[in-house]
């Protein structure tokens, strides 16, 4: 395993894998141009190294050249691609075999082809070491490929994360292990909120609360908003499908995060097993779920407390909080035996100061990732 900036990766495809995806192009690549003096072009910067080796086990005369493109930041393809050196002079009348590292949705393939376009080559082909052959949606066919490869992020053999990994002789992809996923659990006025504040700056994570998202959307006017709120201002849980929908776009939306605080989510049987085939899915999963406990007398006086400064409506009422426990206590609750069945269930006291609170849930934490 190593460690780039902020993400740990896991070995992928070996040395001797790559060397034999690459003698493989190169075969057939000589078996077509052996005629001719082709010019092979290296798309920078990812591909100095495939093509250094790739001009190595070609067994031809061949020239070579460079452009250069970049796309991705982060682990997510920006989709812009900026070409910040030109296609060569004299490639009049040539043929040019592009060398790409890696082909995934087509954008860079697009570029390319702009690029080329009006430059009269007499051939025009693409070579990519990997091809994500699931994502790329392009119109041009691929003339050839070392390995295709699953839609994952990865780095090493000249593909970087924010610049680098590009040494490494190996490709490692994104291991999502290191990842922690938290579920904060407990009644209105448990201090989930509060607590997630502290903890996501302290683990580097990223806090998604539905009922803030919900706020967002109400304060804002959107369908969702006007939906929810019939639904929150009577105290009540908002259906299902609309909190989950929602909670997983607010996934999608952060897919560099380093973990989650999910506050407010899941409160249903169905939320938590939409939860956790969704994770799966992204081949994630909930480390723990840390319940907050208090009684419901102290939390009542809090959140009558809260609703004088935030101005929360749903704060401000005591027969509304009420309600906001009755839904708890039915269709929360029970998720305890949820987790608690796989073991993920941890309990710590949500009584005292702010700071003894954060230290006891950053020792249950701490423990999960010693392990
Ligand atoms: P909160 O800020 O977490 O106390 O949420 C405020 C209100 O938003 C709740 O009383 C619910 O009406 C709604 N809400 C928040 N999260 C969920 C959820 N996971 N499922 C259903 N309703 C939710």
Known sequence: MIKLHDKYFKPFISEGEIMAAIKKIADQVAVDYKKETPIFVGVLNGAFMFVSDFLKAYPHPCEVSFVRLSSYQGLTSTGIVESLLDVPENIEGRSVIILEDIIDTGRTVKKLIDLFSNTKVKEFKIATLFYKSEVYNGEYDIDYFGMKIEDKFIVGYGLDY?????????????NQKHMINLVLFGKPGAGKGTQASFLKERYNLKHISTGDVFRYNIKNGTELGTL?????????????????????????????????????????T?????????????????????????????????????????????????????????????KTAPLKDYYDDQGKFHSVNGIGSIEDITSRLAKVIEELQAV
Not at 229 to 254: A, C, F, H, R, W
């Open 162 to 174: 924010n610049e680098l990994g590009r040494n490494l002789r190996a490709v490692y992809q994104l």
């Open 270 to 330: 169905a939320q938590a097993k939409a939860l956790d085939d969704f994770l799966v899915s992204k081949e994630m999963r909930i480390d723990a779920t840390i319940a907050l406990e208090a009684n419901d007398e102290v939390l009542i006086q809090r959140l009558l407390e809260r609703g004088k400064v935030s101005g929360r409506s749903d704060d401000q009422d005591e027969k509304m909080i009420r309600n906001r426990f009755d839904e708890y206590n039915e």
């Open 228 to 268: 929810a709120k019939s639904y929150i201002d009577k105290g009540e849980l908002v259906p299902d499908e609309v909190t989950i929908k929602m909670l997983q776009d607010e996934v999608e939306k952060n897919p560099d995060a380093s973990g989650f605080i999910f506050d407010g989510f899941p409160r249903t």
